[in-house]
C-alpha cells in the first residue's frame, strides 16, 4: 500500500514560471518531509524538508508548503530553469523511523 | 557526485541466481541504507546499517541479506533471483544513525533478472 503518493507521472513547465509540485499522504503519523531530486543515472539528492510543526520551509528559489489536514505537501520551484529538469522524489516518515516515497514526478522545464 | 559508490553499475543474470551489491559510503558516515526501487515504483527501503550493527529492516525480502563490514562498506546479497527483483538498487549513507540526518545515495546499480 503506497502511503506516499505523487500522482502527477510528469509536468511541463516554462522557464521563468513557477513549477508545482504536489505529494499526498495516507499516514497521519507522518511527521517529517523531504523532497529529493535525481537526474538520469545519479542517485537521488537532497533538495529540502519541512517537520510537522511547519507549514512552510524557504530555500532560495524552492519553498516547501504543508498542509497538516489535507495531507499534503507541494514543492514550487521559482522561478523554473531548464537544470532543474529532473525527477522528483517526495519523502515522509514517523518518529524518525524508515522513509517511504513517492514514486516521483518528471519535472521539464522548457527554455 | 555524492561520495558514494556502487558496483556494478549493471548486473544481468538469470532466474533462480545469487549476486552481490556492493557500496562504499561517503568518508566518515557510519550508516549505510538500501533502497529498491522497481518500474513505476517509489524507492522502498529495504535495511539499514550504522557501524556493522543492523538498526531497522524495511520491505525486505527473506532471499535478500545484507552486512556492514569494519571498513564500513556494505554489500547486498540477492538470492534465488526472480524477474520481479529487476530493479534499481541504490544505497545510501550518512553521518549518524538517524534517518532524519540527510542520506547521500549513490548512483545505483541496474539489475536485470532473465
Known amino acids: 500500500d503506497q502511503q506516499v503518493k505523487q500522482n502527477s507521472p510528469s509536468l511541463s513547465v516554462q522557464e521563468g514560471r513557477i513549477s508545482i509540485l504536489n505529494c499526498d499522504y495516507t499516514?497521519?503519523?507522518?511527521?517529517?518531509f523531504l523532497w529529493y531530486k535525481k537526474y538520469p543515472a545519479e542517485g537521488p539528492t537532497f533538495l529540502i524538508s519541512?517537520?510537522?510543526?511547519?507549514d512552510k520551509n524557504e530555500d532560495g528559489r524552492f519553498t516547501v508548503f504543508l498542509n497538516k489536514s489535507a495531507k499534503h505537501l507541494s514543492l514550487h520551484i521559482v522561478p523554473s530553469q531548464p537544470g532543474d529538469s529532473a525527477v522528483y522524489f517526495c519523502a515522509a516518515s514517523a518518529w524518525g523511523n524508515q522513509f517511504y516515497f513517492g514514486t516521483g514526478t518528471s519535472l521539464t522545464v522548457i527554455p | 557526485d555524492s561520495g558514494v559508490t556502487q558496483t556494478p553499475k549493471h548486473l544481468i543474470t538469470a532466474t533462480g541466481q545469487r549476486v552481490t551489491l556492493r557500496c562504499s559510503p561517503r568518508?566518515?558516515?557510519?550508516?549505510v541504507y538500501w533502497y529498491q526501487q522497481s518500474l513505476d515504483q517509489g524507492l522502498q527501503f529495504l535495511i539499514h546499517?550504522?557501524?556493522?550493527?543492523?538498526?531497522a529492516k524495511g520491505n525486505i525480502l527473506e532471499r535478500f541479506s545484507a552486512q556492514q563490514f569494519p571498513d564500513l562498506h556494505s554489500e547486498l546479497n540477492l538470492s534465488s533471483l526472480e524477474l520481479g527483483d529487476s530493479a534499481l538498487y541504490f544505497c545510501?549513507?550518512?553521518?549518524?544513525?538517524?534517518?532524519?540526518?540527510?542520506?547521500?545515495f549513490g548512483p545505483g546499480t541496474r539489475l536485470l533478472v532473465l
Open positions: 546499517y550504522y557501524n556493522g550493527e543492523e538498526r
Open positions: 568518508s566518515g558516515d557510519l550508516s
Open positions: 499516514n497521519s503519523m507522518f511527521d517529517y
Open positions: 519541512i517537520s510537522s510543526i511547519k
Open positions: 545510501a549513507s550518512s553521518v549518524a544513525t538517524n534517518p532524519l540526518e540527510t542520506q547521500y
